[in-house]
Nanobody, 123 residues
Framework: QVQLVESGGGLVQAGGSLRLSCAASGSILAINAMGWYRQPPGKQRELVAAITSGGNTNYADSVKGRFTISRDNAKNTVYLPMNSLKPAAPAVYYC?????????????????WGPGTQVPVSS
């Protein structure tokens, strides 16, 4: 199993910045992709940003130029600095990782999600 611990969420003013972090621990052989999704109230979960083990990134159009995803492979941690935040209802941000287990080795990666951290942006 893998445990994902998210941190950095909280209330921020519009135009401000926040940095989310997510550390993975457990019986991990390797981590493939890492990413962040968010779910606004009453809406579906959507991709915010993702990064592969090789450093390739993918962003939602709405956050391009404002958010920058990165990862520290030695720490199994993914970061999401968020700048110029826009006023919004408190969305929950979820960390997700695709990983290979020590127990089962290489093959089909597993998919795990963090518990989520709330990011309300006040106007």
């Amino acid at each position: 199993q893998v445990q994902l611990v998210e941190s950095g969420g909280g209330l921020v003013q519009a135009g401000g910045s926040l940095r989310l972090s997510c550390a993975a621990s457990g019986s991990i052989l390797a981590i493939n992709a890492m990413g962040w999704y968010r779910q606004p109230p009453g809406k579906q979960r959507e991709l915010v940003a993702a990064i592969t083990s090789g450093g390739n990134t993918n962003y939602a159009d709405s956050v391009k130029g404002r958010f920058t995803i990165s990862r520290d492979n030695a720490k199994n941690t993914v970061y999401l600095p968020m700048n110029s935040l826009k006023p919004a209802a408190p969305a929950v941000y979820y960390c997700t990782v695709d990983w290979f287990s020590l127990a089962t080795g290489w093959g089909v990666p597993r998919d795990s999600w963090g518990p989520g951290t709330q990011v309300p942006v006040s106007s």
